[in-house]
Every structure is written in structure tokens, then in C-alpha cells.
């Protein structure tokens, strides 16, 4: 596939949120609280960027910058930053 699809950008958006929320309710594992917060603002930014470039028509900055926030998500998720177990929103099991 060579386009990002209206149906293919409204699906990002729902795994990237849903995946957000669930880290932000998750435990963490490590001892590292500050850095825990800090990454979840730069997601929390990632995903208003995201749909900022959405609302604008820009489709395809929208997905590069969800794409981002997915990638800090899984980043989190595999140093234990938020403890989850769900390999279908998280490189994770």
C-alpha cells in the first residue's frame, strides 16, 4: 500500500489512544517516576500534534507524528515504564 487511507489514519488514532490510556493507568516497574512522566507528556504532545495535522488535512504528517507517539508508547512499555501485558497495543509478551 502506497496511501494513507481515511479508514487507516482513524484506526491509528483509536490503537495509539487506546494504547495511551492504558499506559497512563498502568503500574511501572522501574523506579523511574520522572522520566515516566516526561515520556508521557511527549506522547500526550505527539497525539494533539497528530490530530492538529489531522483537522488541518494534513493526513500524512498526522501519521508520521502518531507514529512517534506509538513508538515512545512501546519504547516505555519494553523498559517497564508502564507495566502491560497486551501485545496487541504494545511491543510487549
Known sequence: MREITEEKIKKYFLVTEKAFEK???AGNR?????????CLDMIERYIKDARHFYD?????NA????????????????IGLWDVHDSKLFTVD
Open 23 to 25: 499506559a497512563k493507568k
Open 30 to 38: 522501574t523506579k523511574l517516576k520522572n522520566e515516566r512522566e516526561d
Open 56 to 60: 488541518k488535512g494534513d493526513i500524512v
Open 63 to 78: 501519521f508520521a507524528a502518531l507514529s512517534y507517539a506509538h513508538g515512545w508508547l512501546d519504547a516505555g512499555a519494553r
